[in-house]
């Protein structure tokens, strides 16, 4: 028979238990009496007091205010996408990670009429807008819609290839443009936004945290990324990423992926690299970088015992290019770049878009460690060539009788080409694009006649008939392609 006494103590502690809206956890060394008395005894002691429950932020004013001047990008044109069995953006199937230009997947071939869409936002009301190089790279044509359902034609001001920048101009007035932060404000840890097109869906509003700052990322020396766990897609490509004060920081660029969709590393170019991109496209239309003409490497623990260091830092010079301004200014393989200007070079992912800041021709400071101790080189910063060009840079019109854009090779392309004059295929239209011609194409000849440069061709293709025979060189091949002129 139970104990009455015993029953009579657990009907109490349930009452007590209901009445206060307590929870009471038995273990299995705690007797029930004693966790009844604890419970039911009065006290006249005021709870303890707690910390305040941190509360997330609200980022319903940053989607309504500036909302409406992010906009979708479609464009349309020759371009070369992904195919079956291989990865949404080319490359090996998803067997190891990938950096990757967050893009919608197409089949893998020369489609005269792909097409895709991005993200972009304004940046002036009278209709500049900036998004990334990856988004409008190789389009024929170029639409821009607004939150209010408006689309535009839009013009491809320039292209950066190196920081994947590219403004556009629409003809309109008094649009929405949003406000511009200073990336060096924010900190890891601190809650930001995108705002953009995810697969088609316009104006997606998605938040996170900076995971990362001045993250290197392979074959982007020229800028120090923000990382976040900001969930972005194809179709975020070229949206702006805000602070919580509103201020664009970043314009989201690439995604570190199996998939090809986000896993919850995302990648944003700092709006301070873009702004100064932004201002040179738009005085010079093209962008000056400097440069030291070497080659580095990181310094690891290793490498830092080995040459006497105190600790693993600067950029290691693997190789320096002969007469180059590295070379001329002393540099040697083996040393070791601890400061530019007087500031410290923690790896060598901070060298190059430090270097490519400063104006070609004017001197720099470099510290150097060599042979266990430092020393200061003065260097005369060169130019790097023709790795920024706008699209309207000396280029024929693709609306032109052949349907080409064309650019003279740099030198560095001519050597890697093995070729002497020739002209590199920027984009392509009508006739040359039925043709089969594609972009990276270097045109050697047309009707037998070694091409020299753009009006060349250009006389070329007035003098001819109905038909036109380029040589064209792809690859290590060449070829001849046979152009329908009309």
């Known amino acids: 028979m139970a104990n009455p006494v015993l029953q009579q103590t657990l009907i109490a502690a349930a009452v007590a238990a209901t009445v206060s809206g307590g929870l009471v ?43 409406p001047a992010v906009v979708n990008i479609s464009v349309s044109g020759t371009t070369k996408v992904s195919t079956r069995g291989q990865t949404p953006f080319g490359g090996e199937p998803p067997l190891s990670e990938f950096f990757r230009h967050f893009q919608p997947p197409m089949p893998q071939e020369e489609a005269p009429q792909a097409r895709g869409m991005g993200s972009g936002f304004v940046i002036r009301p009278d209709g500049l807008i900036m998004t990334n190089a990856h988004v409008v790279d190789g389009a024929s044509e170029v639409t821009v819609k607004l939150t209010d359902k408006r689309e535009f034609p839009a013009k491809v001001i320039g292209i950066d290839k190196p920081t994947d920048l590219a403004l556009l101009k629409i003809e309109a007035q008094g649009l929405p443009a949003v406000k511009l932060g200073n990336p060096d404000d924010s900190g890891v840890g601190d809650w930001v936004v995108a705002i953009g097109a995810p697969f088609g869906f316009e104006n997606t509003v998605t938040a996170g945290i900076i995971s990362a700052k001045s993250r290197s990322l392979p074959e982007e020396g020229y800028v120090p990324f923000l990382q976040t766990d900001v969930a972005v897609n194809p179709g975020n490509s070229g949206g702006p990423l805000f602070n919580l004060k509103g201020e664009v920081i970043g314009i989201n660029s690439q995604i570190y992926s199996r998939t090809g969709g986000y896993q919850g590393l995302s990648f944003a170019i700092p709006i301070d690299v873009a702004l100064k991109v932004e201002q040179q496209l738009v005085e010079h239309g093209k962008v000056s970088r400097g440069k030291l003409g070497i080659a580095i490497q990181d310094v690891n623990q290793a490498l830092a015992d ?12 693997v190789s320096v290019q002969a007469d180059g301004p ?14 530019l200007d007087g500031r410290p ?19 720099g400071r470099l510290t150097v460690w060599r042979n266990g101790t430092s020393r200061e080189l003065k260097v005369q910063v060169g130019a790097l060539e023709d790795v920024a060009v706008a699209e309207e840079a000396p280029m024929t019109e693709p609306k032109g009788r052949l349907g080409l854009a064309v650019r003279p090779l740099t030198p560095e392309e001519s050597q890697q080409a093995e070729v002497s004059g020739g002209l590199v295929v920027e984009r392509v239209a009508g006739p040359a694009a039925k043709a089969g011609v594609r972009r990276g194409d270097v045109v ?3 009707n037998g006649q070694p091409i020299r440069n753009a009006e060349q061709l250009r006389e070329l293709a007035e003098q001819a008939g109905k038909y036109l025979a380029l040589l064209v060189q792809r690859g290590d091949a060449r070829l001849f392609v046979p152009l329908e002129l009309g």
């Open 25 to 67: 956890y038995f273990s299995r060394d705690d007797a029930p009496q004693t966790a009844v008395r604890q419970l039911a005894a009065p006290t006249q002691q005021s709870a303890p007091s707690r910390p305040a429950m941190a509360t997330l932020p609200n980022f319903a004013a940053i989607a309504v205010e500036s909302g």
């Open 306 to 317: 080995s040459f006497g260091m105190a600790k693993p830092a600067g950029a290691l010079v």
């Open 326 to 339: 590295g070379a001329k200014a002393g540099i040697e393989p083996g040393d070791v770049i601890t400061e």
């Open 345 to 363: 070079i923690g790896s060598s992912g901070e060298l190059p878009p430090r270097v490519a800041d400063l104006k070609p021709g004017t001197e």
């Open 444 to 446: 050697l000849g047309a």
